[in-house]
């Protein structure tokens, strides 16, 4: 169970980063550099899970003998897939459509053993409910200017001034809001023979 292993996340999130740390195990990140438009049809959790599948495969094809962990996050709003706002004015929109409501984040995980030529990957798929309590424009536009969310699905960073936009949080890992679920995360790899 203590041998050394190579771990490495396909991501260069560092809210990723800073979660996969908090095992205490040495790991490297790799840019999995994977198209993430979605395909006609795909519901925002095939598409996460699809993504965090494709981002472990496209590293794990340049990291022979590694395990390599793949996530990926989509929000949901009315069964719509919801990115990353990448502006003030999209970030508003989004919080704006979200106040009040039910959003759900779908955060996928996938493990590929590169060590095995038989290795079948190993998957999950966290599912998030966040309730949004009721927002003034001039909350959300507060929260955006103090916080900047523009790179964080949903546009909010749960762990830090995002949590005081919710009524209340339902899933069995908080740690997936963020964007890794450390739970699942920790039983694939000890399925795979790492002490976590």
Do not use: W
């Not at 996340?9 to 438009?37: I, K, N, Q």
């Not at 395990?67 to 999209?90: F, N, T």
């Not at 959300?140 to 964080?152: F, N």
């Amino acid at each position: 169970m203590n041998a050394p292993v190579d771990l490495v996340l396909a991501s260069t999130s560092r809210y990723r980063r800073e979660l996969l740390s908090r095992l205490g195990l040495p790991f490297r990140a790799v840019a999995p550099e994977v198209d993430e438009a979605s395909h006609p049809g795909e519901t925002p959790r095939a598409l996460a899970c699809r993504l965090a599948q494709a981002k472990a495969e496209a590293v794990a094809a340049r990291c022979p003998g590694a395990l390599v962990i793949g996530s990926d996050q989509v929000a949901e709003l009315d069964g719509r897939a919801l990115g990353k706002p990448g502006s003030v004015a999209a970030a508003e929109a989004q919080l704006t459509a979200s106040a009040g409501r039910s959003v759900l984040f779908h955060t996928a995980l996938c493990l590929v053993d590169t060590r095995t030529a038989a290795a079948v990957p190993a998957l999950a798929c966290d599912l998030t409910r966040v309730v949004f309590r009721p927002l003034a424009h001039a909350e959300i536009a507060r929260y955006v200017a103090a916080e900047r969310p523009l790179d964080c699905a949903g546009s909010f960073k749960a762990e830090g001034l995002g949590i005081g936009l919710f009524e209340r949080i339902e899933n069995e890992d908080p740690t997936a809001l963020i964007g890794l679920p450390l739970i699942a995360l920790a039983r694939m790899l000890r399925a795979a023979g790492v002490a976590a």
